[in-house]
């Protein structure tokens, strides 16, 4: 059972090195959250994060991620911020005793449009690599082993849920417990619970048994059964792509200062 988001592929994006792709997707969370104005995750989203999707080949599971996940925040971040704002003075509309203010709604698109890049950036590093191939590519440039297994357990917690979920569901469904139709799911949520968590914390204690057998943290470098390719034109631009994201925070901060 695969426990990867990735979607096989052979696009350009598919066959660069994971670091690369994560690079990427560091440099523009950071640049959509160091500068100010409400229109600028809008241009890095549509200008570079959704093109790199449409290169990908992945646009369609993109789009049905970004909806699920991000819809939800956005609008639990405009309604908290458009009426409990502090502060604000200009009402738009009122609902009873609730005002919703002008200055909270920008504060919330300002903030769901970043939400929204930052989600982006890293849903095409998760549908575009394998996380073993980015667990290799960042052993073999001499990344910690606990920041390794940190990024790597991050990158796969959810599709492990996800699969561990549906056997449960499964399993349910075998012993006559109905989950068709809004009320059977909701039913079926508290008895998968248990299961659910208490499974992931027999896994938690199975990676540690394994971690340790494979010599996790052992002082000397292990070698790699995958070598991830790697170029001086990647390493170049995920130089210039952290530079971006240092101008960007200066931006910010002397903007701040002024």
Known sequence: MSLALQITGDSPLHRLNPLTKLAFAVTVTVCAFSL?????????????????????????????????LWVPVALVVFVVQGF???????????????QLKYEGIVFAAQ????????M??????????????????????????NIVYVIAAALQIVPALSARAQVILHAQQARGQTVKG??????????????????????????????????????????????????????????????????????NVLGVIR
């Open 120 to 145: 982006g950036g890293f849903f095409l590093l998760l549908l575009t690599t394998r996380p073993s191939a980015l667990m290799s590519a960042m052993t073999q440039r001499g990344t910690s082993p």
């Open 182 to 251: 809004l009320r059977g799911r909701v039913r079926a949520l508290l008895p998968m619970a248990g299961p659910l968590i208490f499974g992931a914390l027999a896994d938690v204690g199975e990676r540690a048994a394994a971690m340790e057998t494979r010599g996790f943290g052992a002082v000397r470098r292990p070698t790699s059964l995958t070598e991830v390719p790697d170029s001086t034109a990647q390493r170049v631009a995920r130089t210039a792509m952290g530079l971006c994201a240092v101008v960007a925070v200066a931006v």
């Open 84 to 98: 409990f704002y502090p502060d604000a003075e200009r009402v738009v509309a009122e609902f009873g005793p609730l």
């Open 36 to 68: 100010t104005m409400v229109w600028w995750p809008l241009l890095l989203f549509f200008g570079v994060v959704l093109p790199a999707v449409v290169v990908s080949g992945v646009t369609r599971r993109f789009l049905v991620m970004l909806f699920a």
């Open 111 to 118: 903030t769901a449009f970043r939400v929204m890049v930052l």
